[in-house]
């Protein structure tokens, strides 16, 4: 196991002291570190899809209001 060193603010350290008092403190800093990692890989894949329907936007040309109501007609029954 690899460990980590770094600095928190007092009152965050007794927080999370009080807070994970009966518990193991490195499962949850643990837990916790995986569960932001896990966020940032869906933010990363959000950013990317953004990004890829963007530049398909890019290529299309823009559709009037017109027909985008005609569209919408066409397709009712």
Same mark, same amino acid.
């Given at each position: 196991m690899a460990t980590?060193?770094?600095s928190v603010p007092e009152e965050v350290k007794r927080e999370f002291q009080e807070t994970f008092a009966h518990e193991n403190k490195s499962a949850v800093i643990t837990r916790?570190?995986?569960q932001a990692i896990e966020e940032r890989k869906r933010?990363?894949?959000r950013a990317a899809a953004i990004e *890829?329907?963007?530049r398909l936007r890019q290529g299309q040309r823009p559709v009037s209001d017109e027909e985008i109501?005609? *569209?919408r007609q066409a397709g009712r029954p």
């Open positions: 980590l060193n770094f916790l570190m995986k933010e990363q894949t *890829a329907l963007l109501r005609q *569209a």
